[in-house]
């Protein structure tokens, strides 16, 4: 979705507790009217409140919180009249649940449908006594907490509820409330917190018994499987210890019939931090501590803190950069303690999925993608099965993935979701790749690291578009960064030479490059870090098409220059008709500014109003694919001189950001650069080659250099 919602607009959240808020901000951050009750007004104004300062963040900028209607369940028949949406979310106790749901059925808008949030209570018990319509419309919903910053979302129907509103009521949250959305069956846990909090047991159990230390265990549970750096003990004190244990408890209680149940009783360590009442990232400490910037860890033998440190696994080493099937199959057979506890850890996981699979989900596939959008696993325990060889048959393979009668399916990734990687390459060029887009888009798909615009790219990709004349553009990553920037060795080697001619000329073809991507029909997808000089390229484009957690800025102050592709004189071009806007662009190029995403690069003035922001983390480049196919060059307005004494005004609000400590004496001499651009150029052709100039003066001064040189060797700034 870009910014634009269906039908269904209304939403009513009871509950404004940590999962309610979440909701309830999530959806206002997409437009919808949105209605938050508790108790009473004052213990949702309360409890919003705790939501406002939530880290990290429930919005994107803050005054979205003020479009969101508090209220009482006192008075719920007013606030959930008109409702498309009544969505429940209070306390995870049934009783309470389902005294609230009675309450709701007589005040049920016609038409809306209903859910409860919970982490795995039985849907159908919670709707036992009410009527017909009302099961009708009545499913069960599993957030990921927060809800804005995790994808997947459970729904979970009963039997009783109606097969069409579960194909509409999918459609609907994936569509308009930006989630990827797995069907799971009514069992307790469903498949998130039945499989997943296993798997994180599992791993407490595995290390004791192996007398490991967390920091080893993280390393062994990250990324050498394809998963989040989080590992398995940073991410118990992510969740929550006790929310761990109450999850567990519950699964206990209710799967009787699962002979695996034993790995759910509390591991020592386990016990020893909940007694002790550290449970993770609420508290400050639990697996890990940090105090100032020391960080500890907790000993899982002795149950005491120690000074964290390195995991030490030579054999890692030779084997860390292969694909993930040959890599995971080289640390199984290692010899040493790594390959003792993947073997002792991962095979049994992979087991677990198996005898669990068709119990709790409709597909291994369903089942792989709960642990790939919720857990953030680059491969589901089906899929790595079948890389590893690890059964006696194979669910997935050309012909798509096998379910559970042993029928093969067509592998369900909807072409909305596609990826770059999923779209075929028809030419290969240094620094970039062409595919094919639907609709006669062509997608160019760098290949640097990082995204960073290098001379080679840059001539090649000027060079290609020049001869090619092609049609509508999409310009995109191939890594997950759209692009940290222009290539600061090239900078550091044109200074450290004095070759200043060199210097000249990559300016001038970076320029170039801006200049010819704005005569085109052409779109930005920006993803991660968009910095720099891929920045000026990116708004270049006729279009920007941002995904919403998207985090942007021109930071070039940050090793002492100013944005010389053209980001300057842009930002001059399109605040030229206030000096008090220009005053804050200044300010904004003083600082390096971040947008933390692209909400608020919009509010700082990075993006324009013709811009977009696509909000389903995964529908960036369909979003851009179909701005592409109606987009047209977007020329640059007039140059206009600007009323009023800019120059001055500039001068006073930079003097008073020296005067608080925020700009050093070097950063005020980059601003020197920025500000004649901003009050003295009188062209656009006049203002680009003022950057150039300032480009050549700043990367003379030992200052700037070490700057530079500094970030390179660090990825750290400089503070001089």
């Keep these: 979705m870009v910014q634009q919602l269906g039908e269904r607009r209304k939403v009513c959240v009871l509950g404004a507790g940590t999962m309610g808020s979440g909701i309830a901000a999530h959806l206002a951050n997409l437009g919808f009217t949105v209605t938050l009750l508790d108790l009473d007004p004052s213990s949702a104004a309360e409890a919003f409140e705790r939501a406002k300062r939530a880290r990290p963040p429930h919005f994107y900028v803050p005054e979205t919180a003020d479009t969101v209607t508090l209220g009482g369940i006192g008075d719920l028949e007013r606030h959930v009249e008109g409702s498309d949406w009544v969505c429940e979310a209070i306390i995870e106790k049934p009783d309470a649940k389902r005294e609230l749901l009675a309450r709701l059925e007589p005040c049920l808008p016609a038409g809306a449908f209903v859910s409860t949030n919970t982490s795995g209570l039985e849907i159908g018990m919670l709707a036992e006594g009410l009527g017909d319509d009302f099961k009708r419309r009545f499913l069960g919903t599993h957030f990921f907490n927060p809800p804005r910053h995790l994808k997947l979302l459970e729904l979970i129907p009963t039997s009783e509820t109606d097969p069409e509103i579960v194909t509409a009521t999918t459609r609907f949250l994936e569509r308009e409330v930006a989630r990827r959305v797995v069907v799971a069956k009514d069992t307790p846990g469903f498949i998130a917190n039945r499989y997943g909090m296993w798997c994180m047991y599992h791993a407490i159990h595995v290390a004791e018994r192996l007398a490991l230390s967390i920091e080893d265990v993280d390393e062994l549970t990250g990324p050498l499987l394809g998963r989040p750096r989080s590992g398995s003990f940073r991410l118990n004190d992510l969740v929550g ?17 699962d002979p695996h149940m034993e790995t759910l009783e509390p591991p020592s360590s386990l016990d020893y931090l909940l007694e002790k009442g550290w449970i993770g990232n609420k508290t400050g400490q639990g697996y890990y501590r940090k105090e100032n910037k020391d960080f500890f860890a907790f000993d899982l033998m002795n149950h005491g803190y120690r000074m964290t440190r390195k995991p030490d696994f030579p054999s890692l080493a030779a084997i860390a950069k292969l694909p993930l099937e040959e890599r995971v199959k080289a640390a199984l057979a290692l010899q040493d303690d790594a390959g003792e506890f993947l073997r002792r850890y991962l095979i049994p996981a992979l087991d677990y999925a198996t005898y669990l699979g068709k119990e709790i989900s409709h597909s291994p596939e369903d089942f792989d993608h709960v642990m790939m959008w919720g857990f953030g696993w680059e491969v589901g325990p089906f899929r790595l099965r079948d890389m590893l060889g690890a059964g006696e048959s194979r669910y997935y393979s050309v012909k798509g993935v096998a379910g559970w009668d ?55 990709l000027t060079t290609w578009l020049q001869e090619s004349k092609p049609g509508p553009i999409v310009l995109a990553s191939e890594d997950r960064a759209f692009s940290a920037g222009f290539d600061l060795k090239f900078l550091l080697e044109c200074s450290e030479r004095s070759d200043w001619d060199a210097l000249e000329q990559g300016l001038i073809d970076l320029q170039g490059l801006g200049l010819l991507l704005a005569e085109w029909p052409s779109v930005s997808a920006v993803t991660g870090y968009c910095l720099g000089g891929g920045f000026e390229m990116a708004t270049s484009c006729a279009v920007m098409v941002a995904s919403a957690e998207a985090q942007i800025a021109l930071p070039e102050v940050k090793v002492g220059l100013i944005p010389g592709g053209g980001g300057t004189s842009l930002l001059r071009l399109r ?96 601003c020197e650069q920025t500000k004649a651009i901003l009050g003295k150029a009188t062209s656009f052709e006049d203002a680009l080659a003022r950057e150039r100039l300032a480009f050549r003066h700043l990367l003379a001064q030992g200052l700037t250099v070490a700057r530079v040189r500094h970030m390179i060797e660090t990825g750290k700034p400089l503070r001089n």
């Design 575 to 670: 605040h030229q008709g206030s000096a008090k806007d220009l005053v804050e662009v200044a300010l904004l190029l003083a600082q390096g500014t971040f947008s933390a995403n692209a909400v608020e690069a919009r509010k700082l003035g990075y993006l324009r109003e013709t811009d977009l922001v696509s909000y389903h983390p995964d529908r960036l480049l369909e979003d851009a694919r179909q701005a592409a196919l109606t987009v047209e060059p977007r020329p640059l307005p007039e140059w206009e001189s600007v009323a009023g004494p800019v120059i001055g005004m500039i001068e006073q609000a930079l003097n008073d950001l020296r005067k608080k400590g925020d700009l050093t004496d070097h950063d005020l001499s980059v």
């Design 241 to 257: 210890l006790d929310i761990m244990q109450d999850i567990a408890q519950n699964l206990v209680s209710r799967c009787t019939h």
């Design 406 to 460: 042993g029928k093969v399916h067509k592998a369900s990734k909807p072409a909305e979701y596609r990826s770059v990687g999923d779209f075929k390459v028809v030419e290969e060029h240094e620094g970039f790749r062409v595919r094919s887009m639907e609709g006669g888009v062509r997608l160019l798909s760098t290949t640097t690291k990082l995204g960073v615009f290098s001379l080679p790219l840059i001539r090649s």
